[in-house]
């Protein structure tokens, strides 16, 4: 869990960026390389600017310059590792995802059945789903295997900017969760995020979408008592 260890590695330094070494150490290949770093994932890591990283280093030696990376920055940062974007948007280094983007790397590239704008979505971080959506031809494709869009996602975990964001970009708000039809305003009313709430229905979403059982997005909330919300809706 790349986000708890983070938080371990911040814990021991207060307001101190996790070093690569630090991170690399205790997650392993699964997010970072076990062996071979290179200065963009350094960069990606610790949020500092990648443009000096991705023109390359000079061999002492030959005085040619050694790209870091290959052309298509959405591969892994290791071997099994997760796309660069993935990883820089997980740590919420919206600069960083800026930076890869505007030199091409794709917002489309699924690492574990997510997009990296799905990760912005759960985790709040709206700045880099805001740099990530130029990247993201597919900014509707849903999260597997649970089937959620980032609107979704943003909803239920109460993150009222990123999914103003995305529903300003596009983003169809009313697409519901596949498994049984629940709604992104339904996914926030039943978990009272009242803000949430006040976005979705400002962008005109269907307040009556009910999910396979019969529960709508006033239902939920009546029935866990959030009044305000019941007002809303009502």
Do not use: K
Not at 77 to 87: S, W
Not at 99 to 104: C, I, K, P, Q
Not at 190 to 206: C, P, Q, S, T
């Amino acid at each position: 869990d790349l986000p708890a260890v983070v938080g371990e590695c911040m814990a021991v330094d207060p307001g101190q960026r996790p070093t690569f070494d630090t991170l690399r150490q205790r997650v392993g290949a699964a997010w970072l390389p076990s062996s071979g770093s290179t200065s963009v994932v350094e960069a990606v890591v610790s949020g500092s600017p990648v443009a000096t990283a991705l023109n390359g280093r000079v061999d002492a030696d030959t005085g040619q310059n050694i790209p870091w990376v290959a052309p298509d920055l959405s591969r892994g940062v290791g071997d099994g590792g997760a796309p660069a974007l993935c990883v820089a948007t997980w740590l919420g280094h919206a600069g960083v995802v800026g930076e890869l983007v505007a030199s091409g790397a794709d917002g489309d590239q699924a690492w574990r059945g997510m997009l990296a704008v799905h990760i912005g979505a759960e985790l709040g971080h709206e700045a880099c789903v805001r740099a990530l959506l130029p990247a993201t031809a597919d900014a509707e494709a849903v999260r597997e295997p649970d089937g959620v869009s980032a609107v979704w996602i943003a909803a239920a975990a109460g993150h009222a900017g990123v999914v103003e964001a995305l529903v300003g970009h596009g983003c169809n708000a009313n697409t519901p969760r596949r498994s049984d039809g629940m709604s992104p305003l339904c996914a926030a009313s039943m978990r009272g995020h009242i803000d949430v709430v006040v976005v979705l229905l400002g962008h005109g979403v269907d307040r009556e979408a009910a999910t396979s059982s019969g529960g709508t997005a006033l239902s939920e909330a009546r029935a866990r008592g959030y009044a305000e919300i019941v007002a809303l809706l009502g």
